[in-house]
């Protein structure tokens, strides 16, 4: 399969790339390298989608430069849930363009297992597709920089001479600048004596409702502040307490007796009267 892609950057910035494995692992969509560094960047687990299904492969390629506009890719792996391979080979030729280069790229591939089963309309369509996201960040890696690069370019340039004057500024973390704390008098307005109220020995006096904070924290655990109950308006409303039965035994017999008599000097008065 052939397939052509435009970049908008010059060759010899995608030639930079192309001739280091690790910068080019990072162009490679999808890929999750391998923890061991032993096997080489361009090692690890692909996703491939084609279609409508989802296949993860883990193997290694590797990048030779035929010359310098051809760089050859090749590269095996094997299903991660199954058995089957794949090995490819993917040619990359650099063509110079007005405002770009173009990158002409021929694959490759025999596979089993499930890639053998899918469709070769799907299957190219998958290749093009990741072909074209490869191109894109391979003109975006040659484009961004290198840090590694620009640290090791940068202490070679800020190697000084013996003879230079070098000024060294180091801070200890004993030497910075502790701000105050919250009881300095420059900031309590009570320890700075800003209260117009005075005691009887001078001091100044607290307001009410500092004052009886100060007595309520003194004496007091951190625990204990925090879990304190609320007070004020913000206190919970106690619940009624329910009356005891000897309570309402207590005015039953007064009641009781005090109706007795009054039934007694009634039924006298009728007597009377008859």
């Not at 940068?154 to 000024?167: K, R, S, Y």
């Not at 060294?168 to 700075?192: N, R």
């Amino acid at each position: 399969m052939e397939h052509q892609v435009f970049v908008p950057v010059p060759a010899d910035d995608l030639r930079a790339v192309l001739r280091d494995p690790a910068r080019v692992a990072r162009c490679v969509p999808g890929l999750q390298q391998d923890a061991d560094t032993g096997v080489g960047p361009l090692s690890g687990r692909l996703k491939v989608r084609v279609g409508g299904s989802t296949v993860t492969y883990r193997g290694s390629a590797a990048v030779t430069e035929q010359d310098p506009d051809h760089f050859a890719f090749e590269g095996e792996g094997t299903e991660v849930r199954g058995s089957g391979t794949v090995k490819f080979s993917l040619g990359l030729r650099l063509a110079p363009a007005p405002d770009g280069t173009r990158l002409d790229f021929t694959a490759l591939a025999t596979a089993d297992g499930r890639a053998a089963s899918f469709a070769p309309d799907a299957a190219a369509t998958a290749l093009r597709r990741i072909l074209d996201r490869a191109a894109r960040q391979l003109a975006a890696g040659s484009v961004t920089s290198d840090p590694v690069a620009e640290a090791e370019a940068a202490e070679a340039d800020g190697e000084a001479e013996p003879g230079d004057d070098i000024t060294e500024v180091s801070a200890s973390v004993f030497e910075t600048e502790v701000p105050p704390p919250s009881l300095d008098p420059a900031l309590d307005p009570f320890l700075a004596g800003d209260f117009e109220d005075l005691d009887a020995n001078g001091a100044p006096r607290p307001p009410a409702e500092a004052a009886h904070a100060r007595r309520t924290m003194i004496g007091r655990s951190a625990e204990e502040v925090d879990h304190a109950p609320p007070r004020g308006r913000y206190a919970p409303v106690p619940a009624p307490a329910a009356a005891a039965p000897g309570d309402s035994l207590r005015w039953i017999a007064p009641a009781a007796a005090l109706a007795l008599a009054s039934a007694v000097v009634i039924g006298r008065a009728l007597r009377r009267r008859r």
